[in-house]
């Protein structure tokens, strides 16, 4: 019989435990202070100068468009947290990935992250097989990325790649990819081994979401997610398995 005394080493893992909860949690609210405290100026500097101004229709419209966009920026953001602090049970039935992808986009395009919308170019090829998926659960994580893409574009005129590819994959076969590819800057090097990790971004909107739940949704289907990032623009894949009879 081996006895090993493990006091000191349980106490080290502990203290681990306890300083990676507590940087999880300062990463959140630091996340949530900056994104709320942003729109928040907006809509009290405009609501302020609404009494003076309001025979101005040229700031009247100004008021309503930037204060609706804050506002659904604002609510975007309680969707992701509620996303994944309380992911929903998903019902893996077989759809069409066109689908999920031409409903993401006309969401999307309801509530961009930023104005003018970013010009969306469409790959798809005409016949992709079928996929056992959450409708919604694989809509929203296509929706999220997309939202990543235009906020990566930060403002400036640029493209959002949108496409759906038969493809093959040594561990699954046949599959159906989605990708969503920007023209930005690419990700940052010091930040790329840590891009699924929450509340990792280096943008000034968003709270780094969209990845740690595109990842988890891929996990729920079977499938996987892939990225790649250069100056020249990052490209995300969402990868399943093709549906067989």
Not at 10 to 31: C, I, P, T, V, Y
Not at 55 to 64: A, L, N
């Amino acid at each position: 019989m081996t006895i090993e005394d493990r006091t000191q080493e349980n106490a080290m893992q502990d203290k681990q435990d306890h300083l990676e909860r507590g940087l999880f949690w300062n990463q959140l609210a630091a996340s949530i202070s900056h994104e709320v405290r942003n729109p928040l100026v907006t809509i009290k500097t405009f609501a302020q100068l609404l009494p003076e101004r309001y025979q101005d229709p040229e700031f009247r419209s100004e008021f309503s468009e930037l204060v609706d966009l804050d506002i659904n920026r604002l609510s975007a953001m309680i969707d992701q947290l509620n996303d994944f602090a309380n992911p929903g049970d998903i019902s893996l039935v077989k759809i069409d990935a066109l689908k999920a992808l031409k409903y993401a986009r006309a969401q999307f395009e309801k509530t961009p992250p930023s104005k003018p919308l970013p010009k969306i170019i469409e790959d798809i090829e005409s016949i992709i097989p079928e996929v056992l998926a959450d409708l919604d659960a694989l809509s929203k994580s296509i929706e999220m990325l997309l939202q990543n893409a235009a906020e990566a574009l930060e403002g400036k005129p640029g493209t959002i790649h949108l496409s759906l590819n038969k493809g093959v994959d040594v561990e699954y076969g046949e599959t159906v990819e989605i990708g969503i590819s920007d023209d930005g800057p690419g990700i940052l090097d010091e930040l790329r081994d840590h891009v699924f990790s929450p509340f990792c971004s280096h943008k000034p909107r968003g709270l780094g979401l969209g990845l740690p739940i595109a990842q988890r949704t891929m996990a729920d289907h079977n499938g996987k997610i892939d990225l790649q990032s250069s100056p020249r623009g990052t490209r995300v894949r969402l990868i399943l398995p093709a549906y067989r009879v």
